[in-house]
Protein backbone atom coordinates (compact mmCIF):
# COMPACT_ATOMS: atom_id res chain seq x y z
CA UNK A 1 0.00 0.00 0.00
CA UNK A 2 1.51 3.14 -1.19
CA UNK A 3 2.23 6.18 1.25
CA UNK A 4 1.69 9.84 -0.58
CA UNK A 5 2.78 13.04 0.79
CA UNK A 6 2.40 16.07 -0.82
CA UNK A 7 4.85 18.94 -0.38
CA UNK A 8 4.49 22.34 -2.13
CA UNK A 9 8.01 22.90 -1.97
CA UNK A 10 11.26 20.88 -0.63
CA UNK A 11 14.86 20.94 -1.54
CA UNK A 12 14.60 17.30 -3.43
CA UNK A 13 11.91 14.61 -3.03
CA UNK A 14 15.07 12.21 -3.06
CA UNK A 15 16.80 14.09 -0.61
CA UNK A 16 13.58 14.60 2.08
CA UNK A 17 13.31 10.36 1.76
CA UNK A 18 16.91 10.06 1.90
CA UNK A 19 16.56 12.22 5.27
CA UNK A 20 13.30 9.65 6.31
CA UNK A 21 14.83 6.69 6.04
CA UNK A 22 17.04 7.28 9.22
CA UNK A 23 13.90 7.35 11.34
CA UNK A 24 11.09 5.29 9.30
CA UNK A 25 10.82 2.28 7.00
CA UNK A 26 10.00 4.38 3.62
CA UNK A 27 9.16 1.36 2.03
CA UNK A 28 6.22 2.06 -0.60
CA UNK A 29 6.46 5.83 0.23
CA UNK A 30 5.64 8.42 -2.78
CA UNK A 31 6.58 12.03 -1.80
CA UNK A 32 5.91 14.78 -4.75
CA UNK A 33 6.63 18.23 -4.62
CA UNK A 34 4.96 21.80 -6.43
CA UNK A 35 8.48 23.06 -6.04
CA UNK A 36 11.60 22.01 -5.62
CA UNK A 37 14.32 24.06 -4.73
CA UNK A 38 17.71 21.97 -5.11
CA UNK A 39 16.60 19.34 -7.38
CA UNK A 40 19.81 17.76 -9.29
CA UNK A 41 19.69 15.26 -12.08
CA UNK A 42 22.85 12.93 -12.21
CA UNK A 43 26.31 13.91 -11.07
CA UNK A 44 26.63 17.81 -10.62
CA UNK A 45 23.51 18.45 -13.12
CA UNK A 46 20.81 20.82 -12.30
CA UNK A 47 17.44 20.09 -12.92
CA UNK A 48 15.04 23.61 -13.80
CA UNK A 49 11.34 23.30 -13.26
CA UNK A 50 8.90 25.98 -12.75
CA UNK A 51 6.67 25.86 -9.67
CA UNK A 52 3.46 23.77 -10.06
CA UNK A 53 3.83 23.02 -13.66
CA UNK A 54 6.08 19.92 -13.36
CA UNK A 55 6.10 16.50 -12.06
CA UNK A 56 8.58 15.98 -9.83
CA UNK A 57 8.15 13.12 -7.24
CA UNK A 58 10.44 10.54 -5.61
CA UNK A 59 9.14 6.54 -5.00
CA UNK A 60 10.92 4.60 -2.15
CA UNK A 61 10.66 0.75 -3.29
CA UNK A 62 11.72 -2.66 -2.29
CA UNK A 63 13.80 -4.06 -4.12
CA UNK A 64 15.70 -6.77 -2.22
CA UNK A 65 15.51 -9.14 -4.99
CA UNK A 66 18.07 -7.92 -7.06
CA UNK A 67 21.82 -8.90 -7.26
CA UNK A 68 23.50 -5.72 -5.72
CA UNK A 69 26.07 -5.97 -8.93
CA UNK A 70 22.67 -5.77 -11.20
CA UNK A 71 21.20 -2.28 -9.73
CA UNK A 72 21.42 -0.67 -13.29
CA UNK A 73 18.16 -3.14 -14.18
CA UNK A 74 16.35 -0.26 -12.23
CA UNK A 75 17.41 2.21 -15.10
CA UNK A 76 16.12 -0.14 -17.59
CA UNK A 77 13.16 -0.47 -15.84
CA UNK A 78 11.91 2.66 -14.42
CA UNK A 79 12.02 4.99 -17.67
CA UNK A 80 10.44 2.20 -19.49
CA UNK A 81 7.37 2.22 -16.90
CA UNK A 82 7.01 5.96 -17.34
CA UNK A 83 6.65 5.29 -21.47
CA UNK A 84 3.96 2.72 -21.21
CA UNK A 85 2.10 6.05 -20.46
CA UNK A 86 3.01 8.72 -22.11
CA UNK A 87 3.17 6.24 -25.04
CA UNK A 88 -0.47 6.80 -25.29
CA UNK A 89 -0.41 10.44 -25.08
CA UNK A 90 2.66 11.42 -27.20
CA UNK A 91 3.60 10.36 -30.66
CA UNK A 92 5.55 7.12 -29.31
CA UNK A 93 8.32 6.72 -32.35
CA UNK A 94 9.60 9.99 -30.91
CA UNK A 95 9.81 8.76 -27.10
CA UNK A 96 13.26 7.29 -26.02
CA UNK A 97 15.37 6.92 -23.30
CA UNK A 98 18.73 8.40 -23.83
CA UNK A 99 21.38 6.12 -21.72
CA UNK A 100 21.66 5.70 -18.83
CA UNK A 101 17.71 6.51 -18.20
CA UNK A 102 17.45 10.07 -19.45
CA UNK A 103 13.45 10.65 -21.24
CA UNK A 104 13.44 12.36 -24.73
CA UNK A 105 11.40 13.45 -26.98
CA UNK A 106 13.65 13.41 -30.75
CA UNK A 107 16.77 14.72 -29.39
CA UNK A 108 15.19 16.82 -26.39
CA UNK A 109 15.17 16.19 -22.57
CA UNK A 110 11.75 15.23 -21.90
CA UNK A 111 12.62 14.00 -18.54
CA UNK A 112 15.10 12.71 -16.08
CA UNK A 113 15.89 9.84 -13.62
CA UNK A 114 17.82 9.82 -10.39
CA UNK A 115 18.07 6.47 -8.26
CA UNK A 116 19.67 6.53 -4.78
CA UNK A 117 19.92 2.89 -3.38
CA UNK A 118 21.23 1.27 -0.37
CA UNK A 119 22.38 -1.70 -0.09
CA UNK A 120 22.73 -5.34 2.29
CA UNK A 121 25.58 -7.78 1.75
CA UNK A 122 25.60 -8.51 -1.87
CA UNK A 123 21.67 -7.81 -2.43
CA UNK A 124 19.66 -4.75 -3.12
CA UNK A 125 17.73 -3.23 -0.24
CA UNK A 126 15.64 -0.06 -0.49
CA UNK A 127 15.74 2.59 -4.15
CA UNK A 128 14.69 5.76 -3.89
CA UNK A 129 13.69 6.64 -7.34
CA UNK A 130 13.44 10.16 -8.30
CA UNK A 131 11.80 11.53 -11.56
CA UNK A 132 11.55 14.93 -13.06
CA UNK A 133 8.90 14.65 -15.83
CA UNK A 134 8.89 18.15 -18.28
CA UNK A 135 4.66 18.70 -18.39
CA UNK A 136 3.26 22.03 -18.41
CA UNK A 137 6.36 24.10 -18.60
CA UNK A 138 6.54 26.07 -21.42
CA UNK A 139 9.67 28.20 -21.81
CA UNK A 140 13.05 26.56 -20.47
CA UNK A 141 16.40 28.68 -20.38
CA UNK A 142 19.38 26.92 -22.95
CA UNK A 143 20.61 24.04 -21.71
CA UNK A 144 22.75 21.80 -23.82
CA UNK A 145 19.70 19.29 -23.43
CA UNK A 146 17.28 21.37 -25.30
CA UNK A 147 14.68 20.89 -22.69
CA UNK A 148 11.12 20.51 -23.96
CA UNK A 149 7.62 19.57 -22.33
CA UNK A 150 4.64 17.65 -22.76
CA UNK A 151 2.51 20.55 -23.78
CA UNK A 152 5.00 22.21 -26.10
CA UNK A 153 4.68 18.80 -28.31
CA UNK A 154 0.85 18.88 -28.02
CA UNK A 155 -0.71 22.29 -26.77
CA UNK A 156 -2.62 20.30 -24.43
CA UNK A 157 -2.36 21.33 -20.31
CA UNK A 158 -1.94 18.12 -18.62
CA UNK A 159 -4.11 17.67 -15.10
CA UNK A 160 -0.58 16.37 -13.01
CA UNK A 161 -2.38 14.08 -9.97
CA UNK A 162 -4.30 12.33 -13.20
CA UNK A 163 -1.06 11.78 -15.19
CA UNK A 164 1.10 10.83 -11.90
CA UNK A 165 -0.98 7.88 -10.82
CA UNK A 166 -0.33 5.29 -13.97
CA UNK A 167 3.36 6.81 -14.01
CA UNK A 168 3.86 5.61 -10.66
CA UNK A 169 1.99 2.31 -10.98
CA UNK A 170 3.55 1.85 -13.99
CA UNK A 171 6.65 2.34 -12.57
CA UNK A 172 6.25 -0.32 -10.02
CA UNK A 173 4.53 -2.85 -12.55
CA UNK A 174 8.14 -2.56 -14.72
CA UNK A 175 10.28 -2.86 -11.61
CA UNK A 176 8.28 -5.89 -10.40
CA UNK A 177 8.71 -7.60 -13.53
CA UNK A 178 12.66 -7.35 -13.12
CA UNK A 179 12.29 -10.38 -10.58
CA UNK A 180 10.28 -12.65 -13.28
CA UNK A 181 11.95 -11.81 -16.60
CA UNK A 182 14.78 -9.40 -16.24
CA UNK A 183 15.71 -10.63 -20.13
CA UNK A 184 12.15 -8.77 -21.50
CA UNK A 185 13.48 -5.98 -19.25
CA UNK A 186 16.59 -5.50 -21.31
CA UNK A 187 15.08 -6.25 -24.84
CA UNK A 188 12.40 -3.52 -24.30
CA UNK A 189 15.05 -1.00 -22.63
CA UNK A 190 17.53 -1.82 -25.96
CA UNK A 191 15.22 -1.00 -28.54
CA UNK A 192 13.99 2.38 -26.98
CA UNK A 193 17.56 3.47 -26.46
CA UNK A 194 18.02 6.93 -28.59
CA UNK A 195 20.25 6.05 -31.48
CA UNK A 196 20.22 2.79 -31.27
CA UNK A 197 21.77 0.73 -34.23
CA UNK A 198 22.30 4.18 -35.68
CA UNK A 199 25.75 5.87 -36.62
CA UNK A 200 25.93 9.55 -34.40
CA UNK A 201 28.60 11.60 -33.36
CA UNK A 202 29.89 11.67 -29.84
CA UNK A 203 32.74 13.11 -27.46
CA UNK A 204 35.40 10.83 -26.09
CA UNK A 205 38.40 12.12 -24.30
CA UNK A 206 37.37 15.28 -25.60
CA UNK A 207 36.99 14.28 -29.67
CA UNK A 208 34.39 14.05 -31.67
CA UNK A 209 33.95 10.32 -32.50
CA UNK A 210 31.80 8.20 -34.95
CA UNK A 211 30.26 5.30 -33.57
CA UNK A 212 27.30 2.77 -34.06
CA UNK A 213 25.36 2.16 -30.73
CA UNK A 214 24.78 -2.02 -30.53
CA UNK A 215 23.19 -1.21 -27.34
CA UNK A 216 24.57 -2.32 -23.43
CA UNK A 217 26.38 -4.86 -21.26
CA UNK A 218 25.40 -7.03 -18.30
CA UNK A 219 26.27 -4.36 -16.19
CA UNK A 220 24.52 -1.14 -18.03
CA UNK A 221 27.61 0.35 -19.75
CA UNK A 222 26.81 1.75 -23.18
CA UNK A 223 28.92 -0.48 -26.13
CA UNK A 224 29.26 1.03 -29.31
CA UNK A 225 32.01 0.33 -32.62
CA UNK A 226 34.02 2.20 -34.54
CA UNK A 227 34.03 3.11 -38.40
CA UNK A 228 36.97 -0.16 -37.73
CA UNK A 229 34.62 -2.31 -36.24
CA UNK A 230 36.08 -2.21 -32.85
CA UNK A 231 34.11 -2.79 -29.92
CA UNK A 232 34.16 -0.07 -27.06
CA UNK A 233 32.24 0.17 -23.92
CA UNK A 234 31.70 3.27 -21.95
CA UNK A 235 30.71 4.20 -18.55
CA UNK A 236 28.95 7.05 -16.96
CA UNK A 237 30.46 10.06 -17.87
CA UNK A 238 33.26 8.38 -20.20
CA UNK A 239 31.19 9.59 -23.00
CA UNK A 240 29.08 12.59 -24.36
CA UNK A 241 26.31 12.69 -26.92
CA UNK A 242 26.74 15.53 -29.72
CA UNK A 243 23.42 16.76 -31.13
Known amino acids: MLQHYHLSQVDSTNAYLQRKQSEADIRNWVVSADEQTAGKGMGSNGWESEAGQNLTFSVALDVGFLPAERQFLLSEAVPLG ?21 L ?3 NHKL ?11 NKMDVSIIGIGLNVNQTQFKEWPTRPISMKMVTG ?4 LPLLLDPIIERIIIKVQQLEAD ?16 AWADYEVDGKKTRLFMTGIDRFGRLQLIDEQHVLHTFDIKEIKYEF
Do not use: C, M
Open 156 to 159: KTYD
Open 111 to 121: GGILINSTIKA
Open 82 to 102: ILDVLDTLLPAEKLFVKWPND
Open 182 to 197: RFAIGQEYTKRLLRYH
Open 104 to 106: YFG
